[in-house]
């Protein structure tokens, strides 16, 4: 090429979600085995069958000339008004204040790519990888922080985020995402009104992830942006595939709250719906489709039932890993996920692996990789177990995130116990 095609900063852009995957894929084939993906939230994928009714709905939708046209940049009318009338709300944000993405995952980028180059959003660590990846992409460097403590249930440290704040001038916003991706923290009402309560001292806007708001486990409620904003400027991030077993749709959306009390912000949305605008608008079917599904009668139960399903899963593996001594579990109050932590993580390497996989491992087992990363390889090369290595969430801590999603009893056992043995031998040495 005549001009180098690669940008400087290109190194920053991971996601190790995914990327575990093509690791995971090349070790299958030279260890002759299948992998349990234990890496990725996707229901689907995990074995759950999609209910015939959804189906329905879908089919029905479908057979619409409507959803196969465009629909208006913000989004559907019906589905923005839906996501008002029951997500929203009507004092902080208008029908106009909600915007519809191709999955959240292209809002977050949206939004993090619109901000001028200097400046940055404050984001917790361990955080969700598009976030961190969009945010330093956006800088052309890396992302800053707050940390979430596991020896404090993963809270954040409310002084750490303020002096962040307050001694960087260019931090502009601060990222919440509550319920938690990975940690599986839902937030009291106090922790967040005085993280709002920052954002109004420094002139900051918010950006809470809400995307799980509904996956919370015995009974906890989680405290919303909208209900705690105040007059303060703020976007809410929600979307389907957590709430309904199609994450395929890519389907998610933001409520922008106190739009009219900031003139700035309210420039930095309309930047962001022009970006929009260049790409015409979001797929149609989902959110044709998006009302229905939520106002079907089968919808609250069928959500319930999921979120018993991954309660159980939760209580299985905490009890399950709390009596290591190598670990420490938190157990979570929401989301589909497990965090563990693996103290003092050593660097090892596990025996019961063939000569290719070694082979392939020796090759990309540096000593620039994390400790969890090597323990991830080595789970995946011994047990056939694919999990995300917790530094892979930009966190200082070591450990991986496992799903909640496995169907089958059986398996998810077995996919502890594998795991339990793992960690067994790979502390031995130490
Ligand atoms: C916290 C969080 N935000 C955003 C997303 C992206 O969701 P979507 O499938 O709508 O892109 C995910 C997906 O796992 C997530 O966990």
């Known amino acids: 090429?005549?001009?180098?095609?690669?940008?400087?900063?290109?190194?920053?852009?991971?996601?190790?979600?995914?990327?575990?995957?093509?690791?995971?894929?090349?070790?299958?084939?030279l260890g002759d085995f299948l992998m349990t993906w234990e890496n990725i939230g996707d229901p689907v994928a995990a074995g759950e069958e999609v209910p015939s009714w959804m189906h329905d709905v879908v089919q029905e939708q479908v057979a619409s000339d409507n959803s196969f046209a465009y629909t208006e940049t913000r989004g559907d009318s019906k589905a923005r008004q839906y996501v008002l009338d029951n997500f929203s709300n009507k004092k902080?944000?208008?029908?106009?204040?909600?915007?519809?993405?191709?999955?959240?995952?292209?809002?977050?980028?949206?939004?993090?790519?619109?901000?001028?180059?200097?400046?940055?959003?404050?984001?917790?660590?361990?955080?969700?990888?598009?976030?961190?990846?969009?945010?330093?992409?956006h800088a052309g460097c890396s992302f800053i922080s707050y940390e979430l403590d596991p020896s404090n249930d993963w809270e954040p440290n409310i002084e750490e985020i303020e002096n962040k704040v307050k001694f960087n001038e260019f931090v502009v916003a601060i990222l919440v995402i509550n319920p938690n991706n990975p940690t599986g923290s839902v937030y009291k009402k106090e922790t967040l009104e005085k993280i709002v309560a920052i954002a109004k001292k420094y002139d900051c806007f918010l950006i809470f992830d809400e995307i799980y708001h509904h996956m919370?486990?015995?009974?906890?409620k989680t405290t919303l942006l909208h209900e705690i904003i105040g007059d303060v400027p703020g976007i809410s991030m929600k979307g389907i595939s957590k709430d309904i077993p199609?994450?395929?749709?890519?389907?998610?959306?933001?409520?922008?709250?106190?739009?009219?009390k900031d003139d700035n912000f309210k420039g930095f949305i309309d930047i962001i719906l022009l970006t929009k605008m260049l790409e015409v608008c979001s797929t149609t079917l989902p959110q044709v489709v998006l009302p229905h599904l939520y106002e079907h009668p089968e919808y609250e139960h069928y959500l319930q039932s999921r979120i018993n399903k991954y309660q159980k899963r939760a209580d299985e593996a905490c009890e399950f890993f709390a009596k290591m001594p190598q670990l420490r579990v938190n157990k979570p109050k929401g989301v589909f996920y497990l965090v563990v932590e693996l103290l003092d993580c050593p660097r090892n390497q596990l025996e019961s692996i063939n000569k290719d996989v070694r082979l392939f491992l020796d090759k990309i087992e540096t000593k620039n990789n994390p400790a969890d990363f090597q323990f991830a390889y080595e789970l995946m090369g011994a047990m056939g177990v694919c999990v995300v290595p917790l530094t892979g969430f930009g966190s200082q801590?070591?450990?991986?995130?496992?799903?909640?999603?496995?169907?089958?009893?059986?398996?998810?056992t077995q996919t502890l116990e594998k795991i339990s043995s793992a960690i067994t031998e790979y502390y031995k040495h130490d």
């Open 216 to 220: 919370t486990f015995d009974g906890v």
């Open 92 to 137: 902080k944000c208008s029908l106009n204040d909600i915007l519809f993405f191709n999955g959240l995952g292209e809002a977050i980028n949206k939004v993090m790519n619109n901000l001028p180059k200097e400046t940055r959003v404050l984001m917790p660590s361990p955080t969700y990888p598009s976030h961190a990846t969009a945010e330093s992409m």
């Open 1 to 29: 090429m005549r001009q180098n095609l690669l940008r400087a900063d290109s190194a920053l852009l991971t996601y190790p979600i995914r990327e575990v995957v093509e690791i995971g894929k090349q070790l299958e084939k």
């Open 246 to 260: 199609w994450p395929g749709s890519r389907c998610g959306w933001i409520e922008v709250y106190n739009a009219d």
């Open 397 to 412: 801590v070591n450990g991986f995130r496992m799903t909640l999603l496995q169907e089958d009893d059986a398996v998810f």
